[in-house]
């Protein structure tokens, strides 16, 4: 059985499986009730579940996270929707140092089974606050399952094996996708979340990428192929942890490796994964690890976006520079 | 809602039970002096000493406010704001509290308060590059004396108790002369009472007694949360669990916001410490231009409010009493078109930023690592103009 819809629709679908599916599952956030959120990804949930399961919480983010985990305690699954990704930070200190740590700091007796959903990334003419790409900050953090779907099918799916999960999971939603249809088998997931996805086999060089950029990255992928270029593209799917088979895999064979992700470069994941290929893959190196991202500034105004954010033809540019070694 | 008691004074507490079966005391009570239909009515504690022509100021703020909300919110439907926070219903709250700042006061607003960045002089052009997209924040914020807009809920609330304790240090504050003395007036919004900065701003405001004005427009949503999520009680009162006098005004009423802010202002000022206003108002627009209102609220209580419109009170209490004329409001009106005319031709004709400036205000002095990225991005875009021969992709 098999539908199309946009990732908004899947998500919103998945969220409603996933709250039929178990009593303990919850939701809250700011104006995810009657509006829906201000993206509607739970969208008819507080009419249909009630708004003892879907919460519209006060504004304060470290009060929504902060109380998920107690609530956590209680044996509940709360998924928490984070307006936009500028405003999670009030939320970190929670996260960084009693979410993510609760299993450690109780000497493994004690779980986090929580979600906390973030729209994330650029692209969508926003003013400041509403395009981050904070991803880094949470893979920095041991104890984080960090994910990020870049298809409806995906994002139908890995939201439900989120909310199964019993390790916290940062759940980033590339909103600039949101409105963009695909297929989604609704009768089994395609692969478990923590695995990586080879979106198009090539051989000359192999793109890294996730979210908001798998599918700039297949666009660069066939543009490239009318070149007569074979390139690979691998949506990591779950950036913490990474799957290192697959990527070690991929560049074992194409000998090139070029990682791709709007948030800045300087201490980003594109950092972490040439990290990892130059230790696990130094001698089947073709050329160094090359990254395209945004660049080391704050998010810039919108209307400078398209210039700060990774496109085709950067992307394009940085196949060039890798083959050419 | 389901009312279970209302006592026959309307201005009285009420208790309101939700559909869920919390109970909410409401009330309605405020400081007015100009009503609805207005006219001036006493009050007990609070009074307008100023003369009409302060008035007819105000009435010219408030129908200037307005018309850039206005024009803005066409400019961003039409596409050429990325988005808009409209004022529209709240133009007395922010120009009687923009009418109540005095020489070495400090405004830190919201993202709102766009009548108030015009009483201090801030270029609506200006204001309009963050909302297009053309740039950051674009004003001078030193030189106005109104700070940059935040857009990440009640940060500037302690921000402002930080500015107001460097007045502390810098002996602006107290000094026998009142044109010695200055106090910070910080904007926010009844939703953001609800972040642990705006607490935490509270705590540090009552424990070093700085002289910082909380400044709250209750307009009654916060997008599509209705005040009781955030408060169970009427919102001035919290403020008294911190130690912090409060009142609450109708936030409507453009006579009664300056009164009491200015009564704020002036303990401030003389180092009696801070004091917490909540105006009383409401959102008569969208939260944003991507807010659609009807999914949460419904259209009787927008017409209610629309009954007590802050700006036609003034028309007709002016007009009544024969202090401004029909040739000085159609004046008025002529204005309000020009700006108009101003907002909607100067948008467009913005400048384009450019990313290459941008690297330079990441750091006091640009780093060479980030230099050398700047470079290499520019060589990347010249690289378009060589193939193409026309600059630029
Ligand atoms: C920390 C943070 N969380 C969430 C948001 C998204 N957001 C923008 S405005 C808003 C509601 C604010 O309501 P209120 O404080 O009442 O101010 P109003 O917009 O009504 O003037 C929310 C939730 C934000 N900007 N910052
Ligand atoms: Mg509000």
């Given at each position: 059985m098999s539908e199309t819809m946009t990732m908004a629709k899947a998500l919103n679908a998945g969220l409603r499986r996933a709250l039929e599916a178990d009593p303990k599952v919850l939701l809250a956030g700011e104006d995810i009730g009657k509006l829906g959120g201000v993206f509607r990804i739970t969208e008819h949930l507080q009419r249909d579940f009630g708004a003892d399961r879907v919460i519209d919480s006060p504004l304060a983010e470290s009060g929504i996270v902060g109380t998920s985990l107690g609530l956590a305690l209680r044996g509940y699954r709360p998924v928490v929707e984070i307006?936009?990704?500028?405003?999670?930070w009030p939320a970190f200190d929670q996260i960084t140092s009693q979410v993510s740590r609760m299993r450690f700091r109780s000497m493994g007796r004690l779980s986090m089974p929580m979600v906390i959903r973030i729209p994330f990334g650029g692209a969508?003419?926003?003013?400041?606050?509403?395009?981050?790409?904070?991803e880094a900050y949470f893979t920095h953090t041991p104890g984080l399952v960090v994910v990020s779907p870049s298809t409806p099918l995906d994002a139908y799916w890995m939201i439900q094996q989120a909310v199964a999960s019993d390790d916290p999971v940062v759940f980033l939603e590339p909103k600039r996708r949101y409105h963009e249809k695909g297929e989604v088998?609704?009768?089994?997931?395609?692969?478990?979340?923590?695995a990586a996805r080879v979106v198009l086999q090539g051989s000359d060089a192999t793109l890294l990428t996730y979210g908001p950029m798998v599918k700039t990255c297949v666009e660069a992928a066939l543009a490239a192929s009318g070149e007569g270029r074979s390139i690979e593209v691998i949506?990591?799917?779950?950036?913490?942890?990474?799957d290192e088979a697959t990527i070690v895999a991929s560049v074992e064979r194409t000998g090139r490796a070029i990682v791709v992700h709007?948030?800045?470069?300087?201490?980003?994941?594109g950092a972490e994964i040439a990290a990892r290929i130059q230790e696990s893959c130094f001698y089947a190196l073709e050329a160094p690890v090359l990254r395209v991202t945004g660049y080391d500034?704050?998010?810039?105004?919108?209307?400078v976006e398209a210039q700060y954010l990774p496109d085709l033809d950067r992307i394009l540019d940085a196949v060039d520079r890798s083959l050419a070694h | 809602m389901v009312v279970v008691t209302t006592s026959t004074d309307p201005n009285a507490s009420e208790t309101v039970v939700t559909p869920g079966g919390t109970r909410i005391e409401r009330s309605e009570e405020f400081i007015q002096?100009?009503?609805?239909?207005?006219e001036r009515v006493e009050d007990e504690t609070f009074?307008?000493?100023?003369d009409d022509a302060t008035i007819a100021a105000n009435l010219r703020h408030m129908v200037l406010g307005r018309r850039l909300d206005t024009e803005a919110t066409a400019l961003q439907r039409k596409?050429?704001?990325?988005?808009w926070a409209p004022s529209l219903g709240q133009e007395a709250a922010q120009v009687g509290s923009g009418a109540a700042?005095?020489?070495?006061d400090e405004v830190i607003p919201s993202y709102r308060e766009h009548a108030v960045a015009l009483m201090r002089g801030v270029d609506p052009l200006d204001l309009l590059k963050t909302f297009r997209g053309t740039a950051m924040v674009d004003w001078d914020s030193v030189a106005t004396r109104f700070h940059l807009y935040s857009f990440?809920?009640?940060?500037?609330a302690l921000h402002a108790v930080g500015y107001a304790m460097g007045m502390q240090r810098d002996g602006v504050?107290?000094?026998?002369?009142?044109?010695d003395n200055g106090a910070v007036l910080v904007y926010f919004g009844d939703g953001a009472t609800s972040q642990g900065d705006v607490s935490e701003a509270l705590v540090f405001a009552a424990s070093y007694q700085t002289p910082t004005v909380f400044f709250v427009?209750?307009?009654?949503?916060?997008i599509s949360e209705p005040i009781e999520i955030q408060s169970r009680?009427?919102?001035?009162?919290?403020?008294t669990g911190f130690g912090i006098p409060s009142v609450r005004v109708d936030g409507n009423d453009v006579l009664a916001v300056q009164s009491v802010t200015e009564w704020a202002l002036d303990r401030a000022r003389r180092g009696d410490g801070p004091t917490f206003i909540e105006a009383?108002?409401?959102?008569?627009?969208?939260?944003?231009?991507?807010?659609?209102p009807t999914k949460y609220r419904r259209r009787e209580e927008e017409a209610a409010w629309r009954a007590k419109d802050p700006i036609e009170r003034v028309r007709t209490y002016l007009l009544g009493r024969g202090a401004v004329d029909q040739a000085w409001l159609d004046e008025l009106d002529a204005e309000a078109e020009a700006l108009g005319v101003r907002v909607r031709e100067g948008a467009l004709a913005l400048p384009e930023p450019r990313l290459e400036d941008y690297w330079a205000l990441t750091y006091a002095s640009l780093p060479p690592a980030l230099a050398a990225q700047r470079d290499a991005y520019l060589a990347y875009e010249a690289s378009f103009e060589d193939a193409d021969g026309e600059g630029g992709r």
């Open positions: 307006q936009f990704d500028g405003f999670v969508i003419g926003a003013i400041e606050h509403h395009s981050e790409s904070p088998d609704l009768t089994e997931p395609p692969l478990p979340l923590d949506d990591l799917r779950s950036l913490s942890p990474l709007e948030a800045a470069r300087s201490g980003g994941l500034m704050p998010y810039p105004p919108s209307r | 002096l100009l009503t609805p239909t207005g009074s307008f000493t100023h596409g050429q704001l990325g988005l700042i005095a020489g070495l990440v809920i009640g940060t500037q504050v107290g000094n026998p002369d009142p044109a427009q209750n307009n009654q949503w916060a009680i009427p919102l001035y009162r919290r403020a009383f108002t409401y959102r008569m627009g969208a939260h944003t231009t991507s807010d659609d």
